[in-house]
């Protein structure tokens, strides 16, 4: 069962936190003048705010004996407790997107500011449920201790037994929902995280994509300029061919002209004489692939 403080110790150590906060704020603001930590600075001042609410509704809790108000200061409280939680992720994604490219130690001192955040937030939630614990025994008029009286029967005893654990079955059940919801925060986070990383990498798939377009359509290009070169390579070893052919024939027949054998007969021993030189370079050249191939 948690310890009840006196409304001026109470009072002191809030004042006490406050004036550490200020310290703490202004320090931090001297730190990093940066205009870019504009709104982070809201933050923090938003963050300020609400934990003035929070504490302030806590100590009403604790002080109050109950009714309506009661059960207003209790959702007040919860309602600042939220807000705060929602302000300190706020600001981890502000974190995220404005010190990316910050100094390492403006970034751990936020880090450290946004831990001390967390620290607070579950110490007035402890302090909450503490109150609210108090409060569910005081209607029950257990006070955390076993009621021993004797107008008592069994019969009431087990009743309020009874009444206790479905308080605190539906307390657990609470603070899993809480839990489930802040771990929901977290996963969206890490999605939003997830999904700029993706957003990146298809910027970068997309890029990569574009180049090996261009160099298909280089390789293409470079395709069609060799085809081009072989075809006159081929056409000029034609035309080459067709020269030597003819100056070979040439050759031939002068050479004949020597024997003084008729024309008819000097033009038909320079063709075979032509055929018989190419029947040789054709073998020749066939007999070095082969040995190329069988080498």
């Given at each position: 069962m948690?310890v009840l403080?006196g409304?001026r110790?109470m009072?002191?150590a ?6 550490s906060l200020l310290r703490e704020?202004?320090a ?8 870019d ?10 963050f300020s705010?609400l934990?003035?609410v929070a ?10 004996v109950?009714?309506?108000?009661w059960?207003?200061?209790a959702?007040a409280?919860e309602r600042?407790?939220q807000?705060m939680?929602?302000n300190r992720?706020?600001?981890q994604v502000q974190l995220?997107?404005?010190?990316s490219?910050a100094a ?7 880090d ?6 967390a620290r607070e ?12 614990e108090?409060?569910n025994?005081q ?8 009621v021993?009286a004797?107008g008592?029967?069994?019969a ?7 009444a206790l654990q ?6 657990r059940?609470t603070?899993q929902?809480?839990e489930?919801v802040?771990?929901a925060?977290?996963t ?8 700029d ?6 910027e970068?798939?997309s890029?990569?994509r ?6 298909g359509?280089?390789?293409s290009?470079?395709?069609?300029s060799?085809g081009?070169m072989l075809?006159r390579?081929?056409?000029?070893r034609l035309?080459t061919l067709v020269?030597c052919a003819?100056l ?7 050479a004949l ?6 024309l ?8 075979a004489?032509l ?15 082969r040995a190329a191939?069988?080498?």
């Amino acid at each position: 069962m948690a310890v009840l403080k006196g409304p001026r110790g109470m009072w002191q150590a809030e004042e006490d936190g406050r004036r550490s906060l200020l310290r703490e704020e202004a320090a931090g603001v001297a730190s990093t003048p940066s205009p870019d930590q504009g709104m982070l600075q809201d933050y923090s001042a938003e963050f300020s705010r609400l934990r003035g609410v929070a504490a302030t509704k806590v100590a009403a809790l604790k002080n109050a004996v109950g009714g309506s108000s009661w059960a207003e200061d209790a959702r007040a409280a919860e309602r600042a407790l939220q807000a705060m939680e929602t302000n300190r992720r706020q600001v981890q994604v502000q974190l995220r997107l404005e010190l990316s490219g910050a100094a390492g130690s403006a970034r751990q001192e936020w880090d450290k500011r946004l831990q001390e955040w967390a620290r607070e937030v579950a110490s007035f939630r402890g302090e909450l449920e503490a109150a609210r614990e108090q409060h569910n025994r005081q209607n029950l008029r257990l006070d955390g201790r076993e009621v021993v009286a004797g107008g008592v029967d069994a019969a009431s005893r087990s009743s309020r037994q009874s009444a206790l654990q479905s308080t605190e079955l539906m307390e657990r059940g609470t603070q899993q929902l809480q839990e489930a919801v802040r771990q929901a925060l977290e996963t969206e986070v890490i999605s939003n995280e997830v999904m700029d990383d993706l957003s990146s990498q298809r910027e970068s798939i997309s890029g990569i994509r574009g180049k090996m377009r261009t160099i298909g359509t280089e390789l293409s290009q470079a395709r069609q300029s060799l085809g081009r070169m072989l075809q006159r390579a081929q056409q000029n070893r034609l035309i080459t061919l067709v020269i030597c052919a003819v100056l070979g024939f040439a050759l031939a027949f002068w050479a004949l002209c020597f024997f003084g054998l008729p024309l008819k007969y000097t033009l038909m021993l320079a063709a075979a004489t032509l055929v018989l030189c190419a029947a040789g370079i054709v073998l020749r050249s066939r007999l070095k692939a082969r040995a190329a191939t069988a080498g």
